[in-house]
């Protein structure tokens, strides 16, 4: 059955329906009974060179050093969205709904099963964020395409269905209620400062030093003053750019550089905990606006959301910024 | 360390840092290793009878059948927030932040180690009820208290520390965004429609027929059109009602019997999963406003939250809300 999107007439939120997501491989679903080594190919794995047969088709592929594939994006096989049909919105009754209109791909990191990116070359990470950066820029371009999210989940808790290294793309033909209000608020502090919110946290963190875990001559990181999770951490461009396909081929550089070394920072002092991270940048129309500043945010998932966080939306966080970003930078 | 709240300086969410909390009892925190039958008593459970001077006081007492108690309020041992210290908000560089000031107590629902609402008596679920309403009326009495949430966490993976039944209240000294976003919902569809969007959608339901579980002269419940999870249920009361301190007497037996018809559904029908449930009530200020109407959700948790659940605030749900109500009411 195709997905359909439904609003909340309550909230104006939108939800989407994907029932053909219940068939995803689910391998990975339960709770890993100990940690079993990965092997570094699985000849079960659909993202695993030799297995192209399991896969729907090839979307863009980079080369690696010995001529092979080093990374791939693929169409999700058990997409939440797609592209079939308009993203027209109609009446259901009292409700509002549109099609499941958007994309949904995979974006293979490397061809090696057990191989992450804390434990990458430097240059293997450049290459997934060029991926993330071409598929972006490809994908923006397309109308009827509002937002463009790049989100990689880590292990069983963070929601991951397939252990091989790989992140997500997912396109909205709507602007959810979520980064509308994101937006809002940066809206309203230009409105009032004259200024970028984003810029004035990159340079007030810059100075304070306190919860800085890494810098380079383009990106910052830092756990943000008001963490909704322990170890949550930010990596910010430290020249103000709206939209992820603003960034340098300098800058890409940069960002491979402090992503792996606060990637691998978890994974050494943690224990290798499950993690989301997403980049969180601006939705179409939105692109050029001087009040936005995209960032790419990692959150541990170490605590377990309860009553009080979903009804309220505030965060309980069992644990200090400034205590989290010691810890990390190894004081 | 007392706990402090924190302002995000870009979307102005507030998040709770209670660095205390780390020593929560944590008896129930790891998956449970298969399901174990539990005793109706726990000589190590501060919340059974004779373990009174584990409880750091009684708050409030309810009588049961035969002169004992039936449910007891108690302050948490693990508070994340308290009434030391005032509600004011002050600098912190750049940022904002305040005291953690409000209230954080324990709603124990039985002084049986293993009886849930979903097995528990008519009567029973009734006094749960009434001792949730007298806290709440006596809560909101209290000047600085500014939104009272009452949650019930059912199961590990819905956040619960303790085995023994029981509810959680929290009170803050401020509206969270998230609930802010909600009425400013409620109120531009009044100013659009002249209605309240809670009475348009329990009238919808109740004529529509395809997503309602139960009613009685009191109450609603029904999956709603864009539920976020699998099984998601609102409970409604069919007269209109800005604030949980409107119930009259009438109507506390009402939501006692549908509430405990719901869970005994869930339970059987889905083999006692995790779940959360919230009263979602208007804010102080707000309790008498046309606009607004309290309701009860209920949030199995069978599904888990991914990086674009959390980067898009957009949930996917496998499951059609038609189907899952079939399912419930046993079509």
Redesign the interface.
Known sequence: MASEI??????????????G??KRPSDFRR?PSGKDPIPDHDPGCPFCPGNEGMLPSITLETAGLNDSWQTRVVPNKFP?LSQDGASDRYR????LAMNGYGVHEVVIESPVHNRNLAQMEPGEVELVVETYHRRYVELMNQHGNM?T?I???HGW????SLVHPHS?I?V?GMV????R??EE??QR?FDESGRC??C??LE?EAR?RGRVIAENESFLSFV?????VPFEMWIIPTRHQACFSNLTDREKSGLASILKFCLARLHHKLGDPDF?????TAARYKAHEPQLHWYL?I?PRLT?????E???????????PEEDAAFLRGD
Chains 1, 2 share one sequence.
């Open positions: 439904r609003q909340n007439k309550a909230t104006k939120q939108w939800v989407i329906f994907a029932p997501r219940g709770p939440a259901r009754g009292l409700y937002m999210l989100f990689r989940n808790q963070a929601g991951t997500q997912i909205t959810p209620a979520h980064i209000w994101r608020q940066a502090y919110v984003y004035d946290i007030f304070d943000p003053f008001a963490a909704e989301n991270y997403i980049i969180n945010q959150r377990t959301e309860a009553g009080f979903i009804g309220s939306g505030i965060k309980i966080n069992p644990s200090l």
